[in-house]
């Protein structure tokens, strides 16, 4: 059977405020999807983090700006972009220390790469500064016929 | 409003406890941090962060442990942690917290935990 997929999206301000919204919106989709609690958990976050990068990082804690976030089911994962037309960075420069040397540096950077990293089974980047930033991350489902 | 976080702060023999309830992300981050530093400049260094009632963490809470646990450490205290449901804990597991930091069940293991080893050996 061809599968099924569907998109959906969100638009939100550049503010923090807004990230419950998003994990609102992040989770509605995984329980759609069938994804179980802790999966669901694991998806939100990665989200958010991606997005607290964008609206403290990309927009400089800009509100005029706009975050979108763009979600595409199908039969096998959920796959998350999530877009802004900030500065963008470059992500193979975003180290991922150890929490340990991290505490000792007196430093708490780049945790929210390590947790999408840990938490999605693809994280990938196009970067146009300025013009288009996307991230873009995939969770795929576990194996559903195997009963 | 759309990012309910609280705190509630106690006193159990000696120890402060701080108890968070809702979403602790990067908006809510600074309320924890002010709530960390306030208790660390009035010298009370010996922390619970109890987590039975926070529904969700993301980094920038994180930090907040991050930031302050050598300071406390420092000034010998130290910050236990108690009480994380299974998909908060998950987020500190999968940064290897619980090598770094006295994670425990719940408050009597915390304030158990004071007795047996002040501060953890990391």
New interface residues.
């Given amino acids: 059977m061809a599968s099924m997929e569907r998109t959906f999206s969100l638009h939100v301000p550049s503010s923090t405020e807004n990230l419950s919204m998003i994990r609102d919106f992040v989770k509605s989709i995984g329980l759609q999807s069938g994804m179980g609690d802790l999966e669901v958990a694991k998806l939100e976050l990665a989200v958010d983090e991606a997005c607290s990068n964008v609206m403290e990082h990309a927009y400089g804690s800009d509100s005029t700006k706009e975050v979108s976030i763009r979600a595409t089911v199908d039969d096998s994962s959920v796959q998350i972009e999530v877009i802004d037309t900030g500065k963008g960075f470059d992500p193979e420069a975003v180290e991922q220390p150890e929490v340990r040397d991290l505490i000792s540096d007196k430093r708490t950077g780049g945790l929210g790469m390590r947790l999408m990293k840990s938490f999605m089974d693809e994280v990938h980047y196009e970067m146009l500064p300025g013009v288009k930033n996307e991230l873009k991350m995939i969770k795929r489902f576990p194996r559903r016929d195997a009963k | 409003?759309?990012?309910p976080f609280s705190i509630h702060k106690s006193t159990e023999q000696g120890l402060s406890v701080l108890a968070l309830e809702g979403?602790l992300?990067?908006?809510t981050a600074p309320e924890f941090e002010k709530a960390v530093q306030a208790e660390f400049e009035a010298g009370r260094v010996r922390l619970v962060v109890e987590c039975s009632r926070l529904n969700?963490i993301?980094?920038?809470g994180?930090?907040v442990f991050?930031?302050f646990?050598?300071e406390i450490r420092a000034a010998g205290g130290d910050i236990k942690i108690c009480g994380l449901v299974?998909?908060v804990f998950?987020?500190f597991d999968?940064?290897?917290?619980s090598?770094?930091f006295d994670i425990v069940p719940d408050l009597p293991a915390a304030i158990q935990r004071y007795t047996e080893a002040p501060v953890k050996e990391?």
């Fill in positions: 409003m759309a990012n979403y992300d990067a908006h969700y993301s980094s920038a994180l930090g991050m930031s646990i050598e299974p998909k998950q987020v999968i940064l290897g917290f090598a770094l990391t």
